[in-house]
């Protein structure tokens, strides 16, 4: 459908029946590579993130006898430690094309999946069941940051028939949480040397948390120049790029390679007084999902409003994992490192994460505008829009937008009635910026 | 009255009248979520532990303002509700946990936006095993050391020890009373004794003990129950309200048994208070019948659900949840890969809101498994 605005927004046709992928591995990794290569040449750099998710999955599924499935929210660190390969089914429907993955969601309803359950995760039981992902020697997961994931974890483990481990998260943040899940992280390392048949290198592991440690030091480099104004990164897609390293890539070369690159334009962007290449009118923090089918809605309202995405929930990390080397304490920074991780922090434990995090954010980054993009299925989140609307008006006057979507089905919300909520909003915060000036 | 109608009276009253009875004595009241919460800890401390329950709530409305009605469940919004609107300001306390994304959200916003007078956070593990194990057991003794310090009471291991005894006892007379229906002509209807368990939640056990002992009695000289059309297995939620069971039995299905919470998970396994108390009352609460929350818990729930089907005589599962329940949702799932080994039928997974419950729909699809399954 081409709207009325100067811009053509994807067209979704859902009323015929779509084919489930015979290789939908390999079939994502086209659709990826294809839609990059059409990008300006220049900016290709910013997408490759998405680019090594699909081909170090391909690849695992080559020689699946090493592949270990993991939930997004546990790091790929303990996996890479041991020498396996990691496949994050989540991470997959994120990664899958629309018109691919509905089906798949689909054919999870068909066997009893509840159309409640996140729809990341549906989609990749779907993918499970429909034999489009390799089956795994081990599975590993933890419990937070939801009872999604549990149910999500389980349906998997129960379908391959393989004893998975799932990590307990605790309620709290505190020393004796960190402890209780570093325990289980050890646990989890006896659990894959069982499944595997191999040994944990404890020099692999160090070299793979110093990589670790080095990206999220990165990141915190990155997320200080994100202060300036305007703010400097080239488009706010970067921020999705670098959520889907942070969780399914840490330990990697490739994703500490990537991270330099990022923050070396930042840096060169911030010296040179620049941003992106749209005018910065409006900072924006996006504090929970970021609706993922129709990316040109947010290069349309960076177009329109000068609307620019600073903050966004999944990209934003505040722990860096540093480690004496000892093993005891490897495991304990590791645990430390994947319970402060976006949403595991947010959703598990009290809502006070949820809304001081947001606060934090608004306040640090000078946000004008904070947009709840409520996911559908997420209980734990959607309850916490509320008091963060009190909270960021009461405390920081900046307002926040809540509406529902469902981050991957544009059946829930179309992008024009994202939009329908979104215009709106942004009109009365540049009006209100214009009163403000006046005074 | 008879102890059946007082007990029934009891299940439908929020705030039950033992609550101003307690009150007037000078005694506290502690509320709690969920059955993973030892009520006999608070027991232990003088205090009555009473059930959270959606029972006489009207309406979200109040609780839809911070809770999504599009996907929090209707059951946590409806408590809110009634907190948000005053109806649980006869607490002198509050104990909440983790048992699911709902409730646990439903526990903090009633604390953040009214306050209670005390206020304690179980974190109950996901799964049973050494690690859990000790990890409960330390939360369990910082609640003990919270109730004791908040209160001015001291939990010694000789109160916790009668304490378990009491609600042993509780739960053995349940179990005979459930074990009644194993009958071709039980003499008790599953709605009735649903009534009978929710009662006991929010009571002094000592009464209820009291109550359930002239009940086995009564039931002695009621009269079997020979008209019915299948031996009916509830398998999921059904919450404090009977009116799901209610629909079974009007349209000619006898409910005989359950793996609910508010059903036969509440009861059919004691409590061990041996060696060291707080350890084996974490290992007891952890390896009780399991709730879909719990990680590791469908191979024993499954097995459980076997065995009962046999014991029970039962005719076919009725599959049901709360809309927007993971945990419980994803249930379904299992059951379909192992229909064979059930032995006998199971509907799809029927949906239920607590607050307005479709009672018309429910009727025609319960109706129409029934059908198919009769004797």
Not at chain 1, 346 to 356: E, I, Q
Not at chain 2, 168 to 178: G, P, T, Y
Request: proline share 5%.
């Amino acid at each position: 459908m081409t709207s009325k605005r100067d811009i053509i927004f994807k067209e979704f046709d859902f009323s015929k029946k779509p084919e489930l992928k015979t290789d939908l591995l390999h079939t994502i990794q086209y659709a990826i590579k294809s839609a990059i290569s059409q990008r300006d040449p220049v900016m290709q750099w910013i997408w490759q993130p998405s680019i090594n998710a699909i081909d170090d999955m391909c690849a695992a599924a080559e020689d699946p006898t090493d592949v270990v499935l993991i939930g997004f929210n546990l790091a790929p660190e303990m996996i890479y430690a041991m020498g396996l390969k990691p496949v994050c089914p989540e991470g997959l429907s994120f990664l899958c094309p629309t018109e691919y993955l509905i089906p798949y969601i689909d054919e999870s309803h068909k066997a009893f999946i509840p159309d409640h359950l996140c729809s990341f995760l549906s989609g990749s039981i779907g993918m499970a069941i429909s034999n489009a992902i390799p089956k795994p020697v081990a599975i590993v997961h933890t419990s937070q940051p939801c009872d999604n994931s549990i149910a999500q974890s389980t349906a998997l483990a129960d379908f391959y028939g393989v004893e998975p481990y799932i990590i307990d998260s605790p309620y709290y943040d505190n020393d004796e949480a960190y402890d209780y899940f570093a325990v289980q992280i050890k646990e989890g390392f006896r659990y894959l040397e069982q499944m595997t048949g191999k040994k944990l290198d404890i020099d692999r592991f160090r070299e793979v948390m110093a990589r670790s440690q080095r990206a999220h030091e990165l990141v915190h480099e990155i997320n200080e120049l994100k202060k300036r104004k305007p703010c400097p990164i080239p488009t706010g897609a970067i921020l999705r790029q670098l959520s889907i390293g942070m969780y399914g890539q840490t330990g990697s070369e490739h994703l500490v390679r990537w991270l330099e690159k990022h923050l070396e334009d930042a840096r060169e962007r911030a010296h040179k007084g620049i941003g992106g290449q749209h005018e910065e009118k409006i900072r924006t923090a996006w504090i929970y999902a970021w609706p993922s089918f129709e990316w040109t809605i947010y290069e349309w309202l960076g177009k329109k409003y000068g609307a620019i995405p600073v903050i966004f929930q999944a990209s934003e990390y505040f722990y860096t994992p540093k480690s004496s080397g000892d093993f005891d304490d490897l495991c304990r920074s590791l645990a430390i490192r994947i319970l402060s991780c976006p949403m595991g922090r947010s959703s598990r434990g009290h809502l006070d994460y949820f809304v001081r995090d947001s606060a934090y954010w608004c306040k640090e980054w000078s946000i004008d505008a904070a947009i709840f993009a409520g996911h559908l299925q997420c209980k734990a989140n959607w309850s916490v829009a509320q008091i963060t609307k009190e909270v960021l008006m009461d405390e920081l006057g900046v307002p926040m937008l809540s509406f529902v979507v469902d981050a991957l089905d544009p059946r829930v919300t179309s992008t024009e009635q994202m939009l329908g909520y979104i215009e709106p909003f942004l009109e009365m915060v540049a009006e209100n910026k214009e009163l403000e000036k006046i005074g | 009255m008879t102890a059946l109608e007082e007990l029934t009276l009891l299940a439908k009253q929020n705030p039950n009248p033992t609550v101003s009875a307690w009150k007037n004595k000078g005694h506290k009241i502690v509320g709690y979520w969920c059955s993973y919460i030892p009520r006999e800890l608070v027991h232990a401390a003088g205090l009555l532990p009473y059930r959270i329950k959606g029972v006489g709530a009207e309406g979200t409305t109040r609780a839809d303002v911070y809770m999504a009605a599009v996907c929090n469940c209707t059951y946590s919004r409806a408590i809110l509700d009634m907190a948000l609107n005053g109806a649980y300001n006869f607490l002198d306390g509050l104990i909440g946990m983790n048992e699911c994304d709902h409730g646990r959200r439903a526990h903090e916003i009633w604390v953040k936006k009214i306050g209670v007078p005390f206020d304690h956070f179980l974190f109950v593990p996901h799964k049973s095993n050494d690690t859990t194990l000790r990890e409960f057991e330390k939360e369990l003794l910082k609640l003990k050391v919270h109730l004791e310090s908040r209160f001015h009471t001291f939990i010694t291991d000789e109160n916790l020890l009668n304490s378990a005894r009491i609600y042993n006892d509780n739960r053995a007379l349940l179990k005979s009373l459930q074990e009644n229906m194993k009958e071709k002509a039980p003499r008790i209807k599953g709605s009735e004794m649903h009534d009978v368990v929710i009662a006991g939640e929010s009571i002094p056990p000592e009464q209820y003990n009291q109550l359930l002992r002239r009940l086995v009695e009564e039931l002695e000289n009621r009269p079997p129950l020979y008209d019915y059309r299948a031996r009916i297995f509830i398998y999921g939620w059904t919450g404090d309200d009977s009116s799901f069971y209610k629909i079974v039995e009007d349209v000619g299905g006898l409910v005989v048994a359950d793996n609910c919470c508010f059903g036969t998970r509440e009861f059919w396994e004691p409590i061990h208070l041996d060696g060291d108390p707080f350890n084996s009352l974490a290992a007891s609460y952890l390896n009780r019948p399991p709730c879909p929350r719990m990680i590791d818990g469908f191979d024993k729930r499954f097995q459980d659900v076997k065995d009962m089907i046999t014991e029970f005589q039962v005719d076919g599962l009725l599959v049901t949840r709360q809309q927007f329940c993971d945990l419980h949702g994803v249930e379904a799932f299992f059951l379909k890969k192992r229909e064979k080994e059930l032995g006998v039928p199971f509907s799809a997974p029927l949906i239920q809101e607590y607050v307005g419950l479709d009672t018309g729909r429910l009727k025609t699809r319960i109706e129409a498994f029934i059908e198919q399954i009769e004797r």
